[in-house]
T-cell receptor, first 110, second 111 residues
Framework: SQQGEEDPQALSIQEGENATMNCSYK?????LQWYRQNSGRGLVHLIL?????REKHSGRLRVTLDTSKKSSSLLITASRAADTASYFCATDNYGQNFVFGPGTRLSVLP | DGGITQSPKYLFRKEGQNVTLSCEQNLNHDAMYWYRQDPGQGLRLIYY???????QKGDIAEGYSVSREKKESFPLTVTSAQKNPTAFYLC??????????FGSGTRLTVV
């Protein structure tokens, strides 16, 4: 019952560039979240955006939500090598658990 | 510091053997979850529990069992009925309306 689907599956950029990842989903949501996972580690919660919000910022992260298009984007500005990780979106569709997409693998090259 | 602890970090299972993965949290979160992650893949929900002494099956519960006798603890048993158990297992907890806090994971390998 996969809800969110990230795009692209993989992304390689140079240090200092911006990275944009997208997430599309199918049904109405209560909120949408983005997580980061470094290789072999647990996921770390980055940002939660509620269905009545359109944009949120946290440091170098900017998340947008377009409920009419059922999509969200995560922008990482001025990327660093330490940003290399997999990024997942998760949707809370008024259920009792969140549904995760397959993730975007980001590589930031020095 | 509050957090969620998974143990062991690495676990090896022989064919036909049951193994139990530990998950403990001191965040006072009501809900706890177990996910399975295969290489290069997303997370698939195994079981979740919203309250003590109650839990529900997720998308891939076959071959797994859980218990929730205490708010802080949500152990996962991988039984011999799980034919392909080699994976990375992640435990998480949450308060309703907020994001998940994840443990650092247990990597299970069948030998």
């Amino acid at each position: 019952s996969q809800q969110g689907e990230e795009d692209p599956q993989a992304l390689s950029i140079q240090e200092g560039e911006n990275a944009t990842m997208n997430c599309s989903y199918k049904t109405s949501i209560n909120n949408l979240q983005w997580y980061r996972q470094n290789s072999g580690r647990g996921l770390v919660h980055l940002i939660l955006i509620r269905s009545n919000e359109r944009e949120k910022h946290s440091g170098r992260l900017r998340v947008t939500l377009d409920t009419s298009k059922k999509s969200s984007s995560l922008l990482i500005t001025a990327s660093r090598a330490a940003d290399t990780a997999s990024y997942f979106c998760a949707t809370d569709n008024y259920g009792q658990n969140f549904v995760f997409g397959p993730g975007t693998r980001l590589s930031v090259l020095p | 510091d509050g957090g969620i602890t998974q143990s062991p970090k690495y676990l090896f299972r022989k064919e036909g053997q049951n193994v139990t993965l530990s998950c403990e949290q001191n965040l006072n979160h009501d809900a706890m979850y177990w996910y399975r992650q295969d290489p290069g893949q997303g997370l698939r929900l195994i079981y979740y529990s919203q309250i003590v002494n109650d839990f529900q099956k997720g998308d891939i519960a076959e071959g797994y069992s859980v218990s929730r006798e205490k708010k802080e603890s949500f152990p996962l048993t991988v039984t011999s009925a799980q034919k392909n158990p080699t994976a990375f297992y992640l435990c998480a907890s949450s308060i309703q309306g907020n994001g998940y806090t994840f443990g650092s994971g247990t990597r299970l390998t069948v030998v």
